[in-house]
Structure formats: structure tokens, C-alpha cells
Antibody, heavy 117, light 106 residues
């Protein structure tokens, strides 16, 4: 079955960096785009970034552009989110999700990132 | 950026009621609109894609309609297991979620 498992979250000081990973299994990973979506505590969903199936195209939300970088390794069925210059407002649960072409049809359970001094 | 305005932000209804949530886009997004359900502590679940396509395995009491800027999500007969927060999401230009509608049982 399709599985997406996030890792790499934790507590980090403002201005520091963190790298999240999303490990995929149960489907042909190299055929699907992958998104990161975050949810601050008690708040709604916020789209963060997407990477195309082959890594050729990447898009970012304005709130993270220039600070976050999405990448993928199709040989390892993994997507990464490198997060630099972290701010308190980046505190959230970060989910990765598979793009079926018209919607995000499978999601991971998420990894919590807390930015605090 | 395309803004998505979802209403109401919260809703209380009785089992068996017909429930409707609306989502308005700031620009024409044709039918590039999805609906998700999120239960507490869980990841979101895709219910409807492309405004009106019910995902496999989703009960038929859920439906979606609309095009352009105005969209509607309906539960024809509310069940206790439908208690959740519902989000619309556009994918015409990048991706934007509505602010969510928290659905509770009266």
C-alpha cells in the first residue's frame, strides 16, 4: 500500500536550519510529484512546496521562498525539504503528500517542527 | 496569488441534516478545486477532485459542484463519522487552501 513517512522534525532555534525527509513506498515514486504542506498548531493547512516527478520543476509558497529548498532522490524514493533561516512562524506539523494530478491523494502523518529559543 | 474564501468557518448540524460549505476563489480557476476532510490528529483525506469527482471509496453522500469562482461541497445526510474539518484547495495557479470549516454535531 502507498506509504509516506516524514522524519527530521524537532526543536530548533530561530535562524537555524533543519532538513526534513519523506520516505515513500508502495508506488512508482518516480512517476509522481510530491508536495509539502504544513499546519501550525490549531490552524489550517498551508501549502509549502512541490517538486515534479522528475525533479525538473519546483514551486514554493511566498512565505518560504528563498529559505526552503525541496529536492528528491528517485533512486532512494525520498524527498527532502531543506529549511534555512527558520522563524517562529515556521512552527508546524509538516506533511508530505503525493500529487495524483488533480489532488493530493496520499499523505504522511507529519513531523513536528518547533522553532523556539 | 489566488485567495480562497471558505464559509462558514464553523458549522453545527444534526445527524441526517444536509450540510453545505462554500468556497470562493479570487480568480477564475475553472474546475481546479479539491475538497479534503481532516479528522483531529489525522492527515487530510482527499474526498473530491476537479470540483465534482468523488474519489474511490468515498461515500456517495459527499458531493461537490461549481466552476469558475464559486464552489459548493455538500453532505446529503450528515453521519456522526463526518465530524471533521473540511478544506477546499485550488490548483489552478500554484496551490492554496481555504481556511477550513469545522463541522460539529448539534
Amino acid at each position: 500500500q502507498v506509504q509516506l513517512v516524514e522524519s527530521g522534525g524537532g526543536v530548533v532555534q530561530p535562524g537555524r536550519s533543519l532538513r526534513l525527509s519523506c520516505a515513500a513506498s508502495g508506488f512508482t515514486f518516480s512517476s509522481y510529484g510530491i508536495h509539502w504542506v504544513r499546519q501550525a498548531p490549531g490552524k489550517g493547512l498551508e501549502w509549502v512546496a512541490v517538486i515534479w516527478y522528475d525533479g525538473s520543476i519546483k514551486y514554493y509558497a511566498e512565505s518560504v521562498k528563498g529559505r526552503f529548498t525541496i529536492s528528491r532522490d528517485n533512486s532512494k524514493n525520498t524527498v527532502h525539504l531543506q529549511m534555512n533561516s527558520l522563524r517562529a512562524e515556521d512552527t508546524a506539523v509538516y506533511h508530505c503528500a503525493r500529487d495524483q494530478g488533480a489532488g493530493l491523494d496520499h499523505w504522511g502523518q507529519g513531523t513536528l517542527v518547533t522553532v523556539s529559543s | 496569488d489566488i485567495q480562497m474564501t471558505q464559509s462558514p468557518s464553523s458549522l453545527s448540524a444534526s445527524v441526517g441534516d444536509r450540510v453545505t460549505i462554500t468556497c470562493q476563489a479570487s480568480l477564475d480557476i475553472t474546475n481546479y478545486l479539491n475538497w479534503y476532510q481532516q479528522k483531529p490528529g489525522k492527515a487530510p483525506k482527499l474526498l473530491i477532485s476537479a470540483a465534482s469527482n468523488l474519489e474511490t471509496g468515498v461515500p456517495s453522500r459527499f458531493s461537490g459542484s461549481g466552476s469558475g469562482t464559486d464552489f459548493t461541497f455538500t453532505i446529503s445526510s450528515l453521519q456522526p463519522e463526518d465530524i471533521a474539518t473540511y478544506y477546499c484547495q485550488q490548483y489552478d495557479t500554484l496551490y492554496t487552501f481555504g481556511q477550513g470549516t469545522k463541522l460539529e454535531i448539534k
